[in-house]
């Protein structure tokens, strides 16, 4: 395979040099490209400006005629090199750009300050560390996707205290620490405030394990504290004061979100925070925060840009009422709104006013906000990129969204009510009118009571810009509500036309025949997630032999078996991670399969003690989850987790 | 009755010999065939259970524990129609279930009639079924069937023909069908209104005489939801590897929650979720279910945005609580309402139905075995019981406190016109 890699080489008129990448084509095995967007004319040093530069050349490069050409990279001071990396922002580019020769491996490992891991147990800190010693931003993933679900243990795994452990130990500058489904100890979270004095940004989504002690430890001890920010964490909420125990001197305070706590605030804490924190964008206060402290923080806090709201129930008649729609009025740099989780709808009308220049909005956690009332609200933003909101918003809302919406990308309808299958549910109607209404939408997650392949097919046409589709079916293996068909043919029609796709829920009937689609025609796809799909191992095949670019795949609940798992177990190592869950592989194959390739951990989650007693390798696993890892079977794995 | 004596007969019967019968065109041991299945997905007692629970789903009756399977199956069975050319056609009728009441009754007959397509008209014929046990094989023994059809009917003597379905039977076939056959739907939109208003509690509210539209897709919904039961693990049929597919899935809790989804009212449906699915995060999960739990705090009173009321029925094991701000008129609290308790008051509402069909502007589910028709309730902030339907929507939504689905008897007395309806059921 020719791999070629054009350098377009500046210079300017009395010293240095500059340079940019234009493309970086296949030269990894994902074939990732190497662009740098923004930076069409690159330069730097001390005095440089645009004028003085000038191309000197440019340069498309054999992969085998890079070492000749390795004297010319050589040419460039180490600096010269980092200050380009330095515009390299995503993850898979720095990674390229490590595998073109050592020098800019080295350039690369001692420039990279942000790192991300998809995975906590497929390398380990010290690993992190040696490789990376300048990290200063960490980004960590633990628990299979599928936790969300319910369908990981709650005490799998996924802890965040070695990985503190080993970057105090190893002297790093932690300043961020992002963790998705993690396990976070108060005792980690202690060891983190303690550890690093530079520390700026917490970010922990869809964690658990922690409790206000933990965060009123880093906010007592976390000087320069910028971020705050909890997403869908269970916390144990000890008690409201931790709020209060950020010092007086604390002012950096950019971001902060605490609405997944359950339990009540120190208001007057909290409004003082907010009024010295003069740089605060982000605010969301969880629901104990009732609406004239909300009132009163908007007063003192004009310059926000995202706002989630608390408590949003009070009298529409009342002074306090008046004072917020007031204050709402000022705050016009909103654009960015969530909460309400409990509401009065006759109070809605005081957001009207920052309506217009909302880009995003997030109603998926207002139950109470209700069609009408819903409608209403969103005639009134018209400069939408992206929507929450539950399906009581109904075929009908979703119409009116897509008409007054014309900048909508993002738009996730959520069920209202998982366990009845209410009458409060959208159906293929609305998404094919968001479809048709909004041109720019590239990502979707919808919950609906009923699709079909012909909705499916117009969605494909009117939207080809999805990288995101998501569709979940309440029934999970419901046809096509017209034809009674599989809807083999809809999804079918969306991996066709949307060349961009990376990430693809699945749901409602579907034979082998879609597989064989995706198989064929997702070439970018990225995560698949499958759930009471298909009718054979050839469906499976189908998806790991034709999407190449596959990370992720998720399965549960479908007839896939051992000669599709055995089939291409290197596929395996290019990939993050497979989940199958109630398939029909078997033991003694999944065995197989960690034998034969090292570089896995093949891992069996055995909840039923019935495994214990009679270990068959004919038994069908209940749930497998397997990984590419460079460092063995982990340690901390629980009883039923069996590495095998 | 006679089914569920048959189900128990057959119980007895040896694996072995399980499926051997199937080979045979006895419709007898067709039933014990299908029932046979039923035990491979379930175990022993809980199979019945299972059985029964799904016997006492919004879509079947007591009398005729056919009903309702043959509803749902022969729905699937128009799939079938139009998706594998007829190959389960033959299956239909082996059950002796009257063909001819499925014939009488006008919504469907109207259908095939217009159509003027046989394989309607077979569509529309009842027949028992069990979700996913479907096979080649089983194909073929079906079309041996057809000649034994007319013996059948003498074999289980149902309910008279023409009273022999229930009015959601009916909406249930209709709709499916609707779905099925677009370009009949005009031709049923009128019918499916008027079966669909039947079925909906007796409200003084006056304009109760037809659907609204919106209701009218709920009842399309309803049926759906009745058909994806079959059709989800039916309509790949002829593959052999579907077999396969749906045993494995079955005994776990894909199948319950077939069953739930179509039970789509209350607590067994909630039971039944499959683990995971829908894929919502337990955060999500567990935070709007805390705010609802709020709001229930507040019983009675208008709380903020939601406004819970509990409802009661005669009858009924357990109460529900309804958010009456999710409805904004009367028809639309109705159908939730009548979704809810379904399967308390439709295995009692039967035969006397059918012949009252024509009369639109009666809106009431019946009890075929008391003769007494429910009438829904409600206590005022006064604790006085009033009929819902009494006084406008908004003034009903302030002073609702909670909400009592009676029996027409015990309603007497509530107002004037509440008697007088249960003079005319008598």
């Known amino acids: 395979m020719d791999t070629y890699i054009n350098i377009y080489i500046e210079r300017e008129r009395d010293r240095g040099f500059g340079f940019f990448l234009t493309e970086l084509s296949d030269y990894n095995r994902s074939g990732s490209n190497l662009k740098v967007e923004d930076n069409p004319e690159l330069y730097f040093g001390p005095k440089i400006f645009r004028s003085s530069l000038h191309l000197i050349g440019s340069a498309r490069v054999k992969k085998d005629q890079m070492r000749s ?31 073109v020769c050592k020098s800019w491996y080295a350039v690369e490992r001692f420039s990279r300050e942000k790192v991300f891991i998809g995975n ?33 243990p709650h005490d799998w795994g996924g802890y965040v205290q070695p990985w503190i452990e080993s970057m105090v130990k190893g002297g790093v500058n932690l300043e961020e620490l992002r963790l ?141 009422y008046n004072k917020l729609e007031t204050s709402m009025q000022k705050c016009t740099s909103i654009t960015s709104l969530s909460g309400f989780l409990d509401v009065t709808a006759r109070c809605l009308p005081a957001i009207y006013s920052i309506c217009r220049h909302l880009t995003t909005l997030n109603l998926s956690y207002a139950p109470g906000i209700y069609s009408d009332e819903l409608v209403k609200l969103i005639c009134h933003c018209n400069k939408l990129e992206r929507l929450l909101v539950l399906d009581t ?43 048709a209404g909004c041109p720019k939408l590239n990502s979707i997650l919808y919950f609906c009571q009923q699709m079909t392949n012909a909705a499916l097919i117009t969605v494909a046409k009117n939207c080809p810009n999805f990288i995101r589709f998501r569709l979940c079916t309440l029934n999970p293996t419901v046809p096509d509500a017209v034809t009674m068909q599989p ?102 194959a999944c065995k197989t399969l960690a034998q034969k390739m090292p570089k896995l951990n093949v891992e069996i989650i055995n909840e039923s003690d019935q495994m214990e007693d009679s270990v068959d390798d004919k038994q069908k696993v209940e749930k497998m989850y397997l990984y590419r890892t460079l460092v063995g079977p982990r340690k901390d794995a629980p009883d039923f987790v069996w590495t095998l | 009755m006679g089914l569920f004596s048959c189900l128990t007969k057959n119980k007895q019967i040896p694996n072995s010999e399980r499926y051997s019968s199937s080979k045979s065109s006895s419709p007898i041991n067709l039933c014990c065939f299908y029932y046979s299945h039923f035990q491979d997905y379930f175990s022993g007692q809980q199979a019945i259970l299972h059985f029964i629970d799904l016997m006492s789903t919004p879509l079947l009756d007591v009398d005729g524990v056919g009903h309702g399977n043959a509803t749902l199956m022969s729905s699937s069975a128009s799939v079938d129609c139009v998706s594998q050319s007829g190959s389960g056609l033959k299956e239909c009728n082996f059950l002796g279930l009257s063909d001819c009441s499925s014939v009488d009754s006008s919504a469907v007959s109207n259908v095939s009639v217009e159509n003027k397509n046989n394989l309607n008209l077979k569509a529309t014929e009842l027949r028992l079924g069990l979700p996913g046990s479907r096979s080649p094989e089983r194909d073929s023994d079906f079309s ?64 109760s005489d037809s659907g609204t539209p919106q209701s009218v897709v709920e009842a399309k919904l309803a049926g759906n939801a009745g058909l994806n039961v ?31 989804s179509n039970n789509n009212s209350s607590a067994p449906a909630a039971k039944a979720q499959v683990v995971g699915w829908p894929p919502i995060r337990s955060f999500r999960k567990n935070t709007l279910s805390t705010t609802s739990k709020n709001n229930d705090e507040v019983d009675g009173k208008p709380g903020p945005g939601a406004l819970f009321v509990k409802v009661s029925m005669d009858g009924a094991p357990y109460l529900r609580k309804v958010d009456l701000r999710t409805y904004s008129t009367y028809q639309e609290l109705s159908s939730a309402l009548e979704k809810m308790f379904m399967c308390f008051t439709i295995r009692k509402c039967g035969s006397q139905e059918a012949p009252d069909r024509e009369m639109l502007g009666e809106n009431k589910l019946k009890d075929l075995l008391n003769g007494a028709d429910y009438v829904l309730t409600f206590e005022d902030k006064d604790g006085d019981w009033m009929l819902v339907g009494d006084v406008p929507w908004e003034m009903f939504i302030e002073s609702c406190k909670r909400l009592k689905i009676m029996k027409g008897s015990d309603a007497i007395g509530l107002a004037p016109r509440a008697m007088e309806k249960s003079k005319n059921q008598k």
């Open chain 1, 69 to 99: 050409f390795q004297s010319m990279l050589n040419y460039f001071p180490e600096e010269v090199l980092e200050h380009v990396f330095d515009f390299l922002t995503s993850h898979r580019d720095r990674n390229a750009v490590s595998l």
């Open chain 1, 120 to 152: 906590c147990y497929a390398i380990s800190p010290d690993r992190l560390i040696a490789r990376f010693p300048r990290v200063r931003s960490l980004t960590l993933k633990g628990k299979p996707h599928f936790a969300d679900f319910n369908l990981v």
């Open chain 1, 180 to 320: 998705k489904r993690m396990l976070v100890s108060d005792e980690s979270l202690e060891l983190l405030a303690n550890s690093f004095p530079n520390f700026k940004s917490l970010v922990l989504v869809s964690c658990e394990g922690f409790t206000t002690d933990g965060l009123a430890a880093i906010a007592s001890n976390c000087r320069f504290l910028r971020e705050l920010d909890l997403q869908e964490n269970e916390v144990e909420d000890r008690r409201g004061q931790w709020l209060s125990r950020f010092p007086d001197s604390c002012t950096s305070l950019v971001s902060l979100n605490f609405a997944c706590l359950k339990g009540e605030v120190n208001l007057a804490s909290l409004e003082r925070l907010v009024a010295r924190c003069c740089n605060l964008r982000s605010l969301r206060v969880n629901h104990a925060v009732p609406l004239d402290a909300l009132q009163r923080i908007l007063a003192q806090a004009p310059q926000l840009v995202d706002l989630g709201t608390g408590s949003f129930v009070h009298d529409p008649d009342s002074e306090s």
């Open chain 1, 393 to 435: 918003i109904g075929d009908k809302g979703l119409g009116v969204v897509a008409s007054t919406c014309k900048e909508l990308q993002e738009l996730r309808v959520f069920p209202s009510d998982i366990y009845v299958v209410g009458n409060a549910s959208v159906t293929e109607e609305g998404l094919v009118a968001i479809s």
């Open chain 1, 487 to 588: 809807l083999d043919e809809g999804f079918g029609a969306i991996v066709k036309s949307c060349k961009g796709l990376k990430r693809l829920s699945v749901s409602g009937l579907l034979t082998d025949q879609v597989f064989l689609y995706f198989g064929r025609y997702a070439k970018q796809l990225e995560m698949l997630s499958i759930a009471f799909a298909g009718d054979s191992d050839k469906g499976m095949l189908y998806v790991l032999n034709g999407c190449k670019k596959l990370k992720k795949l998720e399965i549960r609940d479908s007839p896939f078996g051992n000669v599709a798992l055995l089939a291409d177990m290197g596929k395996y190592e290019t990939m993050r991670s497979l989940w199958m869950s109630s398939c029909e592989v078997t033991l003694g």
């Open chain 2, 144 to 207: 041996l069937l057809t000649s034994g059809k007319l013996d059948e009917k003498q074999l289980f003597p149902l309910l008279p023909s023409k009273d022999g379905i229930c009015s959601l039977t009916q909406k249930s076939i209709v709709s499916g069908n609707k779905r099925g056959f677009s370009d009949t739907v005009d031709g049923f939109s009128e019918i499916k209104s008027s079966v669909f208003t039947e079925g909906k509690w007796m409200f003084n509210a006056t304009g």
């Open chain 2, 230 to 260: 079959i059709l989800s693990n039916n309509s790949s049929g002829a593959q052999p590897s579907m077999k396969k597919e749906v045993s494995t899935r079955a005994p776990k809790e894909g199948h319950n929650k077939m069953n739930g």
